[in-house]
């Protein structure tokens, strides 16, 4: 008998054991899910008021903390209703039956064994990831990126706009075959040929406009070859995804920090028209504004790059070189290109997808030649009939502000679909017309007047005098009532 009751003592034991050991992880798990969420509701409460995006939709970051902290304070208040309710003598009254058939399915639930949770769960991830793959590396990797880079706004700017570097970079230019050998031999020559940081950046992106053609055949085909840097370092061909990774390849192979980055352009700035409409109809969802260029740190500061559209035309000659997207300040970039994850603005105050549409279209000569938009204001305006744009310019300002219209529907017309260095010629004037400017010392009104109600897209330039070789410097759009 004493055998017996030893031998029970002992497994009562051994079961009040693994039940403590039982109770001690659910608690640590408890403490740790608390504190993760603590942590992650701080972090919004402390975090500028910036977008964060939950599928298609920008919220900020205040609301979100708002809403879950009302979501968690409702539902602890639904399961302390549900116990005290099933806690109390009396039975639930015919209207809380809902909420007493949640409780003991919940409570069921606490029966199943954590291996067949474990498993269901681990099914149910797996179902939705090959759903949508992107759900989980997408977040994987901007939270990777977000802790190890803590990205901030520069407080230093970059020699942008290389008014004394306007030119590719001379190591670039006489580089030769047996140094082009790998990414590697071509990054640590012009590493070592280099020392100014600036410049060493300058250099690897003139070496990637100068080697790499835009694979126009992917636009045209929907055939995507493979985009990682090797390749792209071998058949110098490529899409903005093969740019920026032999970018991002060259940079990290002498030590610099260097990040892929993920986004969209501007819905009228997105290469549309290069894509045939069957390709266009066989992808009625596809999002053609989405886009990758780099950030890089120079100077223990972030500053942007994008090789891609620095390489508009892939065979233009040296002398049309062009390093408009290359360390822009970011209220530059931030006019033509959107992050998927908001930091990578480097903006004080990130700006959310509706806010980026609704902006105005101007290049980076507009900020180059210190131009300030007086009106309008907003990208797209009502008008009756006649649109009335004001330009301010600097003291001592030797160009014209020119315009072009033409209605948006008939010609697709966009800062991209006049590659003439003059669009102002009678062959370019078929379905366009010109916009009138009045000139004055600080202030250029100009006055474009539409035949039609309809919606108009406006071209603004910048004129040389003498040549009347033109820039781009901002695309705008009316509504003739």
């Known amino acids: 008998m004493s055998q017996n009751l030893e031998s029970d003592f002992l497994k009562a034991a051994r079961k009040l054991k693994q039940k403590n050991r039982k109770v001690l992880r659910q608690r640590i798990g408890t403490f740790s899910l608390i504190s993760a969420m603590v942590a992650g509701l701080v972090y919004l409460l402390f975090k500028d008021d910036s977008p964060f995006r939950i599928g298609s939709i920008d919220v900020s970051s205040k609301i979100l903390l708002l809403s879950i902290l009302g979501l968690v304070l409702i539902l602890s208040s639904v399961i302390y209703f549900i116990k005290f309710q099933a806690k109390s003598k009396s039975h639930l009254r015919p209207q809380f039956s809902i909420f007493r058939s949640v409780f003991l399915q919940i409570d069921r639930l606490r029966s199943v064994k954590s291996k ?10 797996a179902i939705i990831y090959q759903a949508n793959p992107s759900l989980f590396t997408s977040s994987s990797k901007d939270f990777i990126s977000r802790l190890r880079y803590s990205p901030t706004p520069p407080s230093l700017t970059s020699p942008w706009s290389w008014k004394d570097h306007e030119t590719i970079h001379p190591i670039v230019a006489r580089l030769t075959p047996d140094i082009e050998k790998s990414i590697k031999s071509v990054a640590e020559y012009i590493a070592q040929q280099e020392s100014d940081p600036y410049l060493r950046i300058k250099a690897l992106h003139d070496y990637v406009i100068s080697r790499v053609t835009y694979d126009l055949n992917v636009l045209q085909t929907g055939v995507r070859p493979a985009q990682d840097a090797q390749t792209v370092f071998s058949t110098r061909k ?4 093969g740019y920026a990774n032999l970018f991002m390849a060259l940079g990290r192979a002498i030590g610099v920090d260097v ?3 993920e986004g969209k352009v501007r819905r009228d700035l997105a290469p549309v028209g290069l894509i045939p ?6 992808s009625p969802n596809y999002d053609w504004t989405l886009h990758a260029w780099n950030a890089v740190k120079v100077a223990d500061n972030w500053q942007l790059v994008d090789t891609t559209w620095d390489d508009g035309d892939s065979a233009k000659p040296i002398s049309s070189y062009s390093a408009d997207y290359l360390m822009p300040p970011p209220e530059v970039m931030i006019t033509s290109h959107l992050p998927e994850q908001s930091d990578w603005q480097l ?11 609704k902006q105005l279209i101007l ?8 131009l300030e938009m007086i009106s309008p204001i907003a990208y797209q305006t009502n008008i009756q009939r006649a649109a009335l744009i004001e330009v301010k310019k600097p003291l001592n300002y030797q160009k014209r502000i020119e315009a ?4 948006r529907k008939e010609s697709g017309f966009s800062l991209w679909s006049l590659p003439d260095s003059n669009p102002f010629t009678q062959e370019n004037q078929t379905d366009v017309k010109i916009c009138q400017s009045q000139y004055d010392t600080e202030v250029t009104l100009i006055s474009c007047e539409f035949p039609e109600i309809g919606d108009y897209q406006v071209l603004l330039f910048s004129v040389e005098q003498g040549n009347n070789n033109a820039s781009p410097i901002g695309q705008l759009r009316f509504h003739a009532l």
Request: hydrophobic share 50%.
């Open 363 to 370: 290049t980076p000569q507009f900020f180059a030649e210190k």
């Open 277 to 282: 409409t069957t390709i266009r109809l066989l």
């Open 259 to 261: 990040v892929f980055i």
């Open 116 to 125: 067949y949770l474990l498993g269901f769960s681990l099914l149910l991830i």
């Open 347 to 357: 903006l004080h105050h990130p700006k959310s997808q509706d806010s980026f549409e």
């Open 404 to 407: 072009l219209f033409a209605k």
């Open 238 to 241: 490529a899409v903005c995804e």
